[in-house]
DNA sequence: GTGGTCTAGACCACA
DNA sequence: GTGGTCTAGACCACA
């Protein structure tokens, strides 16, 4: 099962904390279960196109923070138990950018700040 | 009427980019009207504490896209009729990649999606 | 093959913009083909004589514009298929204003406009 | 008599010397005769739109190079004897760069350099 | 090794 | 005072 995951190189994101979000991504929607096996270094470069280098650095990053476990010898494998997520200190700061980036984006492709609220509510009636 | 930026190092993306985000959501939430001056480069520089280069780097891109224009010797200003956007293609891809986002971002800090939707209905209301 | 570039300090035009021109000049007269690597950076502000930034600008926006392509770590390169030219709605008045820069700059330094049109001669048939 | 000056601020070229190129165009040409007026700084000022220190800027250099004459509370005047131009130590360079210029500036508008070399030829057949 | 970002600071162009 | 260019040099991302 390769994991979903398209590079921009326009975004200004480091590939390697890409490929770290897009994992993350596939852990908070169970599209990796814990216990699951990631992809090997050398494939994800290789589906991605990347130098081995670059997703070697994503994974220790990964494991540093405790979302994946790297098993010598046997593969890499997401984390039983997921770290938590910080408490949120600075809930208004962090509400602000994730508004701020989404009609930033939206706005770079046409769509008003309205569009994507309403989008929003959609998806969350689902 | 300083512009609300707070700098995140820990996220990857370039200051300078992070700078131009962070007007281009002012001017497309209307904070920053049409002619309305902009802080000069060393205020804003002086104010987010980084150098004067990285801001005036952010102000060269803003202008070579059309939503900014720097009279020398006189100062920084929004554009008067800003580039339009391009056509949106793919409505419903772009859609799904912001709400994606916003939600990973908002998990990653123990915010729900209800907390992010809520939070954008305050910003739009006001 | 190093690029012949003569920075003329005396010009009042930007090094990163003599830098540009020289550049799309070697495209225009087909001395780099598509896909042929530029200098690096570091090289070719040696040879130039100035600080690596200043190469770095210029290469950044001949990529903007979609004359080079930059490829990290591993170098520059001209593009494949550079940018078409805008249309030539004046054309008349572009050619004269050509003709009169260059009699003027050719007039400067003695040299009589049929000079210069020999020399063009000579270049065309190389 | 207005002096004929276009300002391009998208050239690079510093204003003040595109008004003493312009001026200096007008001298070679003959457009402007030996010993007559110029306009004085505060009206070419106003007809360019510019700041009087930048006209007075350009009027001092040209003096400096004994293209123009002030005449304290008189105004402005051509030189009677323009300075001779300089012998041409780098003949070779000169014309590369004229060449170089007037080619990235006609590809700049889809003008080929052979479109270019025509267009002189008819030129100095007139 | 090659390109990208950022700083500190100098000096210039224009108003 | 305000923006523009350039340098010297540090550190990072990617191959």
Redesign the pocket.
């Known amino acids: 099962m390769p994991l979903p995951i398209d590079l921009d190189y326009d975004r ?1 994101v ?3 904390r890409q490929i770290s979000e897009a994992v993350l991504a596939a852990l908070a929607t169970g599209q990796l279960a814990p216990d699951e096996q990631l992809p090997t270094i050398h494939d994800l470069a290789g589906q991605l196109g ?2 081995p ?2 997703v070697a ?1 994503s994974y220790r990053d990964l494991e540093r923070d405790g979302h994946i476990v790297s098993r010598r010898g046997r593969g890499t494998f997401a984390a039983i138990e997921p770290p938590s997520p910080p408490p949120v200190h600075e809930r208004e700061e962090v509400l602000r950018q994730i508004f701020e980036r989404a009609v930033v984006e939206g706005a770079r492709h046409g769509l008003t700040p309205r569009d994507i609220f309403a989008d929003f509510r959609r998806r969350l009636k689902k």
């Open positions: 200004g480091p590939v390697y990347v130098n280098n670059t650095r």
